[in-house]
């Protein structure tokens, strides 16, 4: 089963070694778009004026996806008429953070630890478990950006996301932004220029 973009933009916020989460509050915005957009780009949700429909309810087979589609279906059959996107994002940053964390243990990429801050107040943390997969999005990404190759549409979109959350340091640690900002925006640019009124934006940037 593929990694999905969730689990790649959350695997670049956990810190390998200590299992701390970065960037948390951005990378949750990141999460939570990257979830719209994978469910977009299979065909299950579209999003049209800023608004958020269920196009297919038809399960993806990949239990984060369906999860989510079936949240959403369900949210949206509430309301009187098609909600905002941002909406849904606002609503679900949090939690799918947190979901896409649980994919990554049952995947066994990363481990889950319990540990007594001070002996008294519990924290969970979430070392790596196998890199190889961090490892390899990571040579992607740079391929990308600091090599110049063409990117394909999944990669496009995360490079979008990860730019619009602002997690370049957790992408490119050690390069400044003042060196890849001309490629991301390029980047982030083509992404706007490949969605179709089914996708959601890849650019949403946290307020």
Do not use: N, Y
Request: hydrophobic share 45%; charged share 30%; with cysteine.
């Amino acid at each position: 089963m593929a990694i999905t973009l969730a689990e790649e933009i959350t695997l670049l916020s956990l810190d390998d070694e200590s299992g701390a989460p970065r960037e948390r509050p951005s990378a949750a915005w990141a999460v939570a778009g990257s979830i719209l957009l994978d469910l977009a780009l299979a065909g299950r949700v579209a999003v049209e004026a800023g608004r958020l429909r269920v196009a297919d309810r038809t399960p993806t087979e990949v239990p984060l996806l369906d999860e989510r589609l079936r949240q959403i279906a369900e949210w949206t059959a509430r309301k009187s008429s098609a909600p905002e996107v941002t909406e849904w994002l606002t609503r679900d940053r949090g939690k799918a953070l947190e979901a896409a964390i649980e994919s990554l243990c049952a995947r066994g990429l990363v481990r889950e630890e319990r540990h007594r801050v001070l002996g008294v107040l519990p924290v969970t943390l979430h070392p790596e478990a196998d890199g190889a997969a961090e490892r390899e999005l990571g040579d992607r990404l740079r391929a990308v950006v600091l090599d110049g190759a063409e990117p394909d549409a999944r990669t496009t979109g995360l490079i979008a996301l990860i730019h619009g959350a602002k997690l370049h340091r957790l992408a490119f640690p050690g390069v400044p932004l003042k060196e890849i900002a001309p490629r991301l925006d390029g980047i982030a640019t083509d992404s706007g220029r490949r969605r179709t009124s089914a996708a959601p934006s890849a650019t949403c940037r946290p307020p």
